[in-house]
Nanobody, 125 residues
Framework: QARLAESGGGSVQAGGSLRLSCAVS???????MGWFREAPGKERVQVAR???????KYGDFVKSRFTITADKAKNVLYLQMNSLQPDDTAMYYC????????????????????WGQGTQVTVSS
């Protein structure tokens, strides 16, 4: 059973940066991994995803502020977040599909079978 564990959340002021990490028990040959976020009263939405071929895709609201990377040697998924704004305040989750590379269907939370427990990001104005 794969295990995912996020870390790196915290409180920052608007314009600040954070780097989230997701420790993965092991990467498979083919995978699609993503970061999602969920704000109070809102649905869980995808922030970014990356696959075993290093193909990445971002939500429109990211606007080049975030970067997703995967360190296969260390089994860690990262999300570098710059120029944070109060609207970025949410619980952030990493998620994985260890069966295939990312496809056009990997957009919803239900497309990913493994999840971490989440890490809180709070951005103050």
């Amino acid at each position: 059973q794969a295990r995912l564990a996020e870390s790196g959340g915290g409180s920052v002021q608007a314009g600040g940066s954070l780097r989230l990490s997701c420790a993965v028990s092991s990467f498979t040959m083919h995978y699609c991994m993503g970061w999602f976020r969920e704000a109070p009263g809102k649905e869980r939405v995808q922030v970014a995803r990356i696959d075993s071929d290093d193909n990445s895709k971002y939500g429109d609201f990211v606007k080049s502020r975030f970067t997703i990377t995967a360190d296969k040697a260390k089994n860690v998924l990262y999300l570098q977040m710059n120029s944070l704004q109060p609207d970025d305040t949410a619980m952030y989750y990493c998620a994985a599909d260890f069966v295939s590379r990312c496809g056009t269907w990997h957009t919803e939370a239900s497309d990913f079978g493994f999840w971490g427990q989440g890490t809180q990001v709070t951005v103050s104005s």
